[in-house]
Every structure is written in structure tokens, then in C-alpha cells.
């Protein structure tokens, strides 16, 4: 680690005790930093508490009422599947309880002070907490994360964001949902699969518009064969109380139609940033108050850092456990030269089935290469859909450039894909080529070897 300064109680102080935050913290204790973490809740941040991993509990027990019913339809003498919401939140948050506990017992094990408040600067070495402790460090992380956006909107305070779906404690009879990203397609798939009636109001002309079109246009097309009906283009303009219990949402076309038990907004979400006092330290923050930083993810102070949801990066859990590990090997480790690399970051969809991408999709590549790409595309249905004669079905894409064929996208939806793609992003990463993948042995059969097989 670089030399202390005696002149300041820490070397690092970290505002937010999330994946990031918690990431950062550990690595700079781990190279001899003397570190302080403010986190006034539970630590994990979004992911553990109200994202990745309960969604993920969620997403597993609809994967399961979708199996129970497959298994039913191919001899299996099975009642349809309904699932108890409060014992299975019993185990989702006895599963988030061990977490929480982890986290207490290494942050012991580090040395690292936590204080269970939150903090704001005084100057670019001090923050002061909100009970009026101040605490300076050489460095300061900011990773306080972000929080759900509710649109400007009449009624808007008459539906729930997507935190809101983890207090439920039992699957709404008809719910909207409005929005076309992440979250909205995931709730979606989850609640439609636990016995909701679901419809999802977009405010574009297609879902995850970050995606390759052609496979978010395939994923409609599979939510609406599981029976989700999705609004495209007609942007929600109102939320009507329409008696004591049910909703109607009204589109700005005017068009108003079913009543709801409960409307949903996944509208995307905003940055922690507000309380910080960033305006009187001179930290520069974009239009939607996100922390500017640059690729060493510093910001318009040298020794003030953001990593995370707060930051203006990609707002992806593992990119900020890198960044902030990256950061921290930068200032306290002797490596200089470190910093996270945010090319190539495959991401995935937990939607019913699960869409996964790393790389570019077809219309990037084709306005940075012109007519040297060229796309691979094959549509199959899994075995056992088709075993079960359900109408689900997956599409595989590559996206090659060149006339070595060099593989800069790799485009999965279908079952199994948030599995495999994590080798295959390597793949990518490490520079393949289409040869390589007709070079390699199938196993067959599976779902994966559609991969290697598409010509």
C-alpha cells in the first residue's frame, strides 16, 4: 500500500455499504488500507435486499410452477402448482439473512469500521454523518447506488415500484406493469408463472431496447404464448382509482381498458446522489444526477471515487464489484494501471425464458463494420417443450465480423442460457473466431450445442 496519511482518521471512507461499496471496502483492507464504511440499512444494497437475489428467488420458484406444470402434461400425477408466497419469502429471506450475516462477520474479520449512518461532505476529505460525526480519509468512494423512479404522472402514487413486488405476499390477480426494461419484463414473466394475469405497457416500440431486436422481438412473442399481453408504443399518461380496490391505467392515446389489482411502475431508476452535498465540493453530476466519473472511475476530484448505480457506468452488480476491487488495487495496491476494461460485459434477462447477449448486436456491429459482418441465426424448441408441446422457443445469433468471421456478438434467448453464456463470453473475450466454434465437438443433446452447430 502506498504511505498513510497520519493527517487523516482513514485512508478510505466508502458511502454505501452495497456490492460495490462492501467490494471496495474489503479489497483496500485487504492491501493494509484503514478503511471506514457508512451504511445506514442492510448491507448488500439493491442486489441482496430488493434486486439480483430476491428476484432471483422469484424467478426460481416461477421456473419451478412452470416445470410442475410441464412434468403434469407428460404423465406426471401432479395438482397445478400454486405457490405458498409467505413460506417460500420465509426461505428467500432466510437465504438474505445468511448474506447479511456474512458480510458482519468479514467486515469484523477486515478491520473495517462500519458506522450504521449515513454521511454527506463537508469538504473533498470529510464527511460528516447524520449525527454529526465527522470522519476524513485520503480517499473517498462514493457507491450509495440508486433507488426507483416513479413517473410524473396523475395517480402515479396509486401504483407500486418494483421494491414493492418483494412485500408482496401473494401473486396479484390482474397486474400492470409499466415498462419495457429489466425489471419489467422479469417481474412480468415471474408473476404471470405464480398465477397472475399480467399486462405490460411499453412506452417504446419494443421491449429492452439495449438488446438485439431480433431476439427481444422473439421474447415478446414468448411472453405472449405464456399469455402476457404487452402495450406497445402508447405511453401510460394516468392511473384512475376506479373503486376501493382496482386500478385502471389510462395510455395517452386516451385508450383505457381491464381494471387492475395492482399497477406496477418499472420505469427505471435513479441515483443516491442528492443528499451528498456533490454540489458544494464541485463533484460533477450528468442531467439524471448520476456521479460523472471517468474510466479510473474518478471523479471531478482526484481523490473522490464512484462506483455502482450512483456512477454514470454500466449499472450491473458484478461490473461494480470489479470496478470498485480495480479501483482499489489502483490506490492501495501498487498497481497503477488498473482499471475495469467495459468492453464486452455480457449481461442476462431473467425473463421466462432467460435472454443473454455479451458483445455487439447485429445493428452496432453493422453501423461500426458495415458490410464485413455477418450474422448466424438458428431457432429450435428445447427438448422438453417440445416433449411437453409447449409453444416456447429459443434463438441462438452470432454476430462475426471480418473475413476470418470473428465473433463480436453472442445473442441467447432460451432455457438455460443465463448457464452457458458465461463460457462463452470468455470465448468473445479472448478473441473467436466462427472457425473456432465449427472446430469444436457438440454435446449432444443440449441446448448449448446450437452454438457450435449454426452455419
Given at each position: ?6 493527517d ?8 454505501g ?18 478503511v ?12 441482496v ?7 432471483k428467488?422469484?424467478w426460481?420458484?416461477?421456473e419451478?410452477?412452470?416445470r ?28 438474505i ?5 456474512s ?6 474479520a ?9 454521511g454527506h ?15 476524513s480519509?485520503?480517499h473517498v ?15 402515479a402514487e ?24 429489466y ?59 376506479v373503486?376501493?380496490k ?7 392515446s ?8 395492482s399497477v406496477?411502475?418499472?420505469?427505471g ?24 466519473v471517468?474510466?479510473l ?23 461494480a ?22 468492453r ?13 447477449m ?11 463494420h ?12 428445447p ?7 409447449s ?19 453472442i445473442?441467447l434467448l ?17 478473441g ?24
Amino acid at each position: 500500500m502506498s504511505a498513510r496519511q497520519p493527517d487523516y482518521d482513514y485512508d478510505l471512507v466508502v458511502i454505501g455499504g452495497g456490492s460495490g461499496g462492501l467490494a471496495g471496502a474489503f479489497r483496500a483492507a485487504s492491501h493494509g488500507a484503514r478503511v471506514a464504511l457508512l451504511e445506514p440499512g442492510e448491507f448488500g444494497g439493491t442486489c441482496v435486499n430488493v434486486g439480483c437475489v430476491p428476484k432471483k428467488a422469484m424467478w426460481l420458484a416461477a421456473e419451478l410452477s412452470q416445470r410442475i406444470d410441464m412434468a403434469s402434461r407428460l404423465g406426471f400425477d401432479l395438482p397445478p402448482p400454486k405457490l405458498d408466497w409467505r413460506e417460500f419469502i420465509v426461505h428467500r429471506q432466510r437465504y438474505i439473512a445468511g448474506i447479511h450475516d456474512s458480510y458482519r462477520k468479514r467486515l469484523d474479520a477486515a478491520g473495517i469500521v462500519h458506522m450504521p449512518c449515513r454521511g454527506h461532505f463537508v469538504d473533498a476529505h470529510t464527511v460528516e454523518t447524520h449525527q454529526g460525526l465527522r470522519v476524513s480519509a485520503a480517499h473517498v468512494l462514493i457507491a450509495t447506488g440508486g433507488k426507483p423512479r416513479r413517473p410524473d404522472i396523475p395517480g402515479a402514487e396509486l401504483g407500486l415500484v418494483s421494491d414493492d413486488f418483494f412485500s408482496l405476499c401473494d401473486a396479484p390477480g390482474r397486474v400492470a406493469i409499466v415498462g419495457g426494461g429489466y425489471i419489467a419484463v422479469e417481474l412480468a414473466g415471474v408473476l404471470q408463472a405464480l398465477g397472475s394475469k399480467v399486462e405490460v405497457f411499453v412506452r417504446g416500440s419494443r421491449l429492452l431496447d439495449s438488446f438485439d431486436v431480433e431476439l427481444s422481438d422473439e421474447l415478446a412473442e414468448n411472453l405472449r404464448q405464456h399469455g402476457i399481453h404487452c402495450h406497445f408504443a402508447d405511453p401510460v399518461a394516468a392511473i384512475e382509482q376506479v373503486d376501493e380496490k382496482r386500478l385502471r391505467v389510462v395510455e395517452h392515446s386516451g385508450r383505457a381498458g381491464e381494471l387492475f389489482d395492482s399497477v406496477i411502475f418499472a420505469t427505471g431508476r435513479v441515483p443516491n446522489s442528492d443528499r451528498l452535498g456533490l454540489d458544494d465540493i464541485g463533484v460533477s453530476v450528468d442531467g439524471g444526477g448520476f456521479v460523472v466519473v471517468d474510466a479510473l472511475q474518478d471523479t471531478s476530484l482526484a481523490n473522490v471515487h464512484a462506483v455502482g448505480d450512483v456512477s454514470s457506468r454500466l449499472a450491473l452488480t458484478p461490473v461494480a464489484i470489479a470496478a470498485a476491487r480495480r479501483l482499489m488495487d489502483r490506490l492501495f495496491g501498487g498497481q497503477p494501471e488498473a482499471r475495469l476494461d467495459y468492453r464486452d460485459i455480457a449481461t442476462v434477462v431473467f425473463s421466462h425464458p432467460p435472454l443473454g447477449m455479451v458483445g455487439l448486436c447485429e445493428a452496432e456491429a453493422r453501423e461500426r463494420h458495415g458490410d464485413a459482418v455477418k450474422v448466424y441465426t438458428t431457432r429450435f424448441r428445447p427438448m422438453l417443450h417440445a416433449l411437453a408441446d409447449s409453444p416456447q422457443r429459443s434463438l441462438f445469433k452470432l454476430v462475426c465480423v471480418g473475413e476470418e468471421e470473428r465473433v463480436v456478438g453472442i445473442h441467447l434467448l432460451g432455457e438455460g442460457v443465463d448457464e452457458m453464456l458465461q463460457g462463452f463470453a470468455v470465448a468473445l473475450k479472448k478473441g473467436i473466431t466462427k472457425r473456432d466454434l465449427d472446430d469444436t465437438m457438440a454435446i449432444h443433446p443440449t441446448s448449448a450445442e446450437e452454438v457450435v452447430l449454426m452455419r
